[in-house]
């Protein structure tokens, strides 16, 4: 079994055999993912040591105190922590030498191509088709929507209906899409803060290799889950320290400004703390879980809480600045790569956690998956879930 000490080695090997003053960013990345540093807890070979995913931060430790350079996760969170586990857990071994280098290391970017005009929170009602051609391959035409980074990604998650005549969860098959084939057009999506993050995106007769399908024929459904679960760990389940997140500017700005302070919103900013505290020990919690095992329903709750959270503390915000809260100078379209909502002002982060109930899982919906799957309640009546797709009511 590979130890701290174990690690702390190879940690020294690379930085001696790549020095990071002296090693183009992009080789050391490459060189960390070949000495099994990446992912740990992944194969050899696959980036990691086959180790426990606990020991991930004793590496990254020592790699940041020594300067080394990280790939940027913000940038790449979705390759991170929805398809490179989910192509881990049903890729093949080519798919998975082919893509899990690249993805890591940032020098491919990836989106999620699930969501459809049609297809939100009921997302296995989706309508977007892949019918086999004569060779073997796949045509794919639909259209899917709220896609972040689909202007910057090379490939894409892409889940598509296959088989029409079967209820709606069975007709389903994985995909891993080509952004560059000549039919996939991508058309920004602008939102209320004047900013364009997410995408619209068209598919017209879209050709996937076989080669390309994640999982057998009809199997979409449940890979689909498996990148469902890991989204909503990677959303609530992100590391931060003390006083991080939404809560920050608003402690700071209590301190900083003690003639906006009242009694009343005082007992608010109070309540909002601990609250924000308890989610971020939670999510601690969640990590040292997932260390355990494959991510499961917990992660939902935690996404459901930091929404309410982020939204309540962003209001509380405004009030507390006033008609300066109202102001939001800004609305230049733009074309983010990241959403930074420490390094703006007020009115963005009230305008931008307003989308938070409603990306990587509906609010509505978590809720069904917490009574359902954590608290053991009965589920809701379904007439829909054994007639064929083609026969539902749109």
């Known amino acids: 079994m590979t130890t701290t000490e174990e690690l702390q080695r190879r940690v020294a090997e690379l930085l001696a055999a790549h020095p990071p003053a002296d090693t183009a960013p992009l080789d050391f990345l490459r060189a960390r993912f070949d000495a099994g540093l990446a992912w740990v807890h992944y194969p050899p070979g696959l980036g990691g040591l086959g180790a426990p995913r606990a020991l991930q931060p004793v590496v990254d430790a020592a790699l940041a105190a020594a300067g080394a350079p990280d790939n940027d996760p913000r940038r790449i969170g979705i390759g991170l922590g ?3 586990p989910t192509i881990l857990a049903y890729g093949t071994e080519e798919q998975k030498r082919r893509f899990l280098r690249p993805l890591w290391t940032g020098e491919e970017v990836w989106c999620q191509l699930f969501s459809e005009p049609g297809a939100g929170s009921d997302l296995a009602a989706l309508g977007t088709r892949a019918v086999p051609d004569a060779h073997g391959d796949w045509l794919v035409n639909g259209q899917k ?25 069975r007709g389903i098959t994985y995909f891993l899409c080509d952004m560059t084939d000549p039919g996939v057009e991508v058309r920004p999506l602008r939102q209320v803060t004047g900013e364009a993050e997410f995408n619209e995106v068209f598919l017209t007769d879209v050709r996937i290799p076989d080669a390309h399908r994640l999982g057998a024929v009809g199997q979409g459904w449940e890979v689909a889950r498996t990148t469902l679960m890991n989204e909503r760990v990677a959303i609530g389940g992100m590391r931060l320290p003390r006083e991080g997140g939404m809560i920050a500017p608003v402690a700071a700005l209590w301190r900083e400004r003690p003639e906006l302070r009242t009694p009343a919103l005082h007992q608010r900013l109070l309540e909002l703390w601990v609250e924000a505290e308890v989610a971020r020990l939670t999510g601690e919690r969640l990590r040292q879980q997932l260390a355990a095992g494959a991510p499961g329903p917990e992660g939902s709750g935690l996404k459901l809480t930091l929404a309410r959270l982020n939204q309540e503390i962003s209001g509380l915000e405004v009030e507390l600045l006033g008609e300066e809260g109202l102001s939001y100078g800004d609305w230049t379209m733009s074309r983010p790569e990241l959403v930074d909502f420490t390094g703006r002002d007020a009115g963005y982060r009230y305008l931008r956690a307003k989308g938070n109930s409603i990306e990587g899982g509906t609010s509505e919906i978590l809720l069904n998956i917490v009574a359902e799957r954590v608290l053991g309640l009965p589920p809701e009546p379904r007439d829909d879930k054994d007639l064929a797709w083609k026969d539902l009511a749109r």
């Open 82 to 84: 929805m398809a490179a």
């Open 145 to 169: 929507v709220w896609t972040s980074s689909a202007h910057l990604a090379r490939w894409a998650i892409l889940i598509a209906r296959t088989d029409p005549d079967q209820p709606k969860h």
